[in-house]
C-alpha cells in the first residue's frame, strides 16, 4: 500500500503545482476556465520522466509540455481520487471486455490513395481536460488528418472531424472542417495550445512552404473543400477564419528549398517553429500563433547542418532545458543545435540505410534516444548489421556514437526503424527508468521489443511476439496506461506492419495490433481475470482473486501453471503472440498448445491428446477446465492481443486518453490511418481510411 500511497500523493502534489501555475486552470479564482491540449508527433518526441526532486521540477515545469503530458495521463484519474464527480470511467470498461467482433468504431475515406503517411500522425485536441466532448459542445473535441495528396477544388489537403464518439448524437464522426491549401502535405500536422489553428509543411513544385491555418467550424467538405489563398504575414494575426499564410523555405543564399520528410515542431512557450527541409537545411520561424510569423535569418539561421553530405533533415525536436535542437538526417547523423546561434555538433554517422529519422528526447534526464535501421555493425546475429536503439546524452560531443541496444537483425535494404515508445514506469520514475517498446529486426519480420532502461541507459532486451510473416515495414510503437480503468489498471502497446500481419482479424494484409504491457504491481488487490505482463514478456492471468505481495514472485515459464503471489494466484497463458489458432477437430494436440475459443478466451492445453469431433463448450470461466474426447483444456485467461486490418499498414498512432463525462461511451481511442486503398465502412467507398478504434480491442 505504501507505493500506492506515495504515486496518489505525487500525483495530488503535482496537481496542486498544475492548478498554481495556472496552466490547468487559467482565469481569476471566482472564473475558472479549463483549458484543453493538443495531441500530436511532437509531443512524443520530447518527453519527461517524473522530476526527481524540486530543483529538477523547476527547470521543466516551466514547459507547458510538462502540463499537457501530466494532464493527457494522469488529470482526470487524479480528480476523481479527489471527489470530483465529471468523470466517468465507463468509457474504459472494454479494456477489460475482450473477445468482441473486431471492427473500428469509424472508417472514413480521405481519398483515393490518400494517407497521413508512414511514420506521420494525426493530430488530436482534446478541448476540456476532464471531458470529451461532441459536436453539440461550443468547443467540441477534434482530430486533424493530412490527406498525403495535391489538394484541389475536388479533394482536400487536410481534414478535420468531429463528433468522435460512440456515444455522441447524430452521425459520428462529422467533418469539422476540410481545405485545399494548394499542395501536398506529406509530413504531420500539429495543433496551437488553444486550437484554434493548424501548423504543417506542403510541397508544390519542389518548393517547401509552412503553412499557418486558422479554421473554422463547418467550412469544406473532404470532396469539395474551401480552396483558401495565403495572406501576408502582416495581415494573418487579424484575418478571418479560415484563413492561412505560407512562408517559404529557403537558404542562408535565400534559395527555395524542399520539404517531403520533416515535420514542424512548435516550441509553445517561445511561440516558435522549427522545421528541417532538404540540403541540411534547419529553419527557424517566430510570432507562429501568437505574433507575426518571421522567418528568422540572422544570428545562425537558417542553419546548413552539414554542408559537405548536404542530405534532407528529418523532424527536428527541440528541448526547453538544453535549448538544443535535436534532428537527424538522410545520411544517418545525429545532430544537436544551439537554437540561440545555429551552431550544430554532429554524431558519428549511426544509421546506414534509412538515414537517422526518429529521435526522442528525455527532457528530465537529458537523455536523446535515437532509432537506427541499420547501424553498420557486423554482430546481428553474428556477421551481419543490427537494428537498434542509440543513446545519446543531449550534451554528446563531435563523432559521438552513444550506447545502442541492439533490438534485431538489418540488411542494406532494411525497413525503417521508426520511434519506439516509453511505458508508464519509465515516465513515472525519477530518473528514466523503465521500458521502451520498439518495433525492430528491419532486415527480417517485424518483431515487437522490449528494451530496459536503468537511468537513462539500455539495459536487457527481450524479444517479443513477431508480427508479420514476412519482411515488410512497421509503424511507430504507441503505449498508453490506464490506471483507473474499469476491471483495474490496463496498460497496451500498439504497432502496425504493411503486410502479411499475423493478427488473428488481419488476413494477412496490413494490420494493427496492440499487446497488453500493464505490469505486475505490489500491494494490490486484483481481480479474476486481470492480467500484467511479466518481466519474461509472458502474460500471467489472475487465477484466485487477492493482494499481491510486497515484492514481486518469481514468476511460472510454463503456459497453464500456477505462481503464488502472497494471497493472489496466476496462471502462465504464455508469452504473448499475434494470433492463436481456433480449434480443429481430430487434431493432435501437444501439452501446453494454446487456442482461442468462441468466448475470446485463451484455452490451454494440460494433458496432450487427439480433439473429438465436436468443439466443446469450452469453460468460460478463469482456470475452468474442458474435456475434449482424450484432450483436456483448461482457460487461462482472456485474449490479450487484438487486432484490425489497416491496408498498406498504418500511420503512427494518437491516443485519445480523455474520459467524457456523464456517461458518454466510445471516449477513449486511438486514431491512424491506412497507407493503401480499402474500404471505409462508415464513409463509404474505398479509399486511404482515417480510423477511430477503441483502445483495448480495436474494435
Known sequence: MRNSTVRFLQFGAALVCLVVSGWFLAGRAQNLQRRGFPTDWSHRHLVFSHPANSTVAARIEADSRYWQQFARRNVPRVLSRFGYNPIDFNSFAALATPGDKVHPDWSETLGSGASVGAGNFPALYNTDALTANCAGAAKPDYVVFNTGLTGSPTQASIVAFDNLYSGCIGSVPLTYWAYDTGGQVLTSPVISEDGTQVAFVQTSAANGTLVLLKWKASSGTLSAPVSLVAVPNSAYRACAAPCMTTIALRTGANVAVDDTTSSAYP???????????????????????????????????????????????????????????????????????????????????????????????????????????????????????CSAVRFLPENFTAGDRGTKAKVGTSSATAAVLYQGDFDDTYLNSADATGNMYVCGNTGGAPTLYQIHIAAGAPGTVVTGPVLSSASTGCSPTTDISNPSAAGGPSEWVYAGVQASGLGNSCASSGCVMNFVTQPWEPSHAYTIGQQILDPNLQVQTVRAAGTSGATAPAWSTTIATTTNDANVRWFNQGRHTAAHASWAPFHAYALHAEILDANGNVQAVTNAGTSGFLQPNFSPTVNGQTTDSSVRWRNVGPLATFSIRAAGGSSGIVVDNTVGSGTLPGASQVYFSTQANQTCTTSGGTGGCAIQASQSALK
Open 267 to 385: 516550441d509553445y512557450s517561445s511561440d516558435t517553429l522549427y522545421v528541417g527541409s532538404n540540403l541540411s537545411w534547419l529553419h527557424k520561424i517566430t510570432g507562429v500563433f501568437l505574433g507575426t510569423p518571421t522567418r528568422v535569418t540572422t544570428g545562425g539561421f537558417p542553419a546548413q547542418l552539414f554542408p559537405g553530405n548536404a542530405t534532407a533533415l528529418f523532424s527536428p525536436v527541440f528541448d526547453p532545458v538544453t535549448g538544443n535542437v535535436l534532428v537527424g538526417d538522410a545520411g544517418g547523423y545525429f545532430f544537436r543545435v544551439n537554437s540561440s546561434t545555429g551552431v550544430a555538433v554532429r554524431s558519428a554517422q549511426l544509421d546506414f540505410a534509412n538515414g537517422v529519422i526518429d529521435v526522442t528526447g528525455d527532457a528530465n534526464v537529458g537523455v536523446a534516444y535515437v532509432f537506427v535501421s541499420n547501424d553498420g555493425s557486423t554482430d546481428c546475429p553474428v556477421s551481419g548489421p
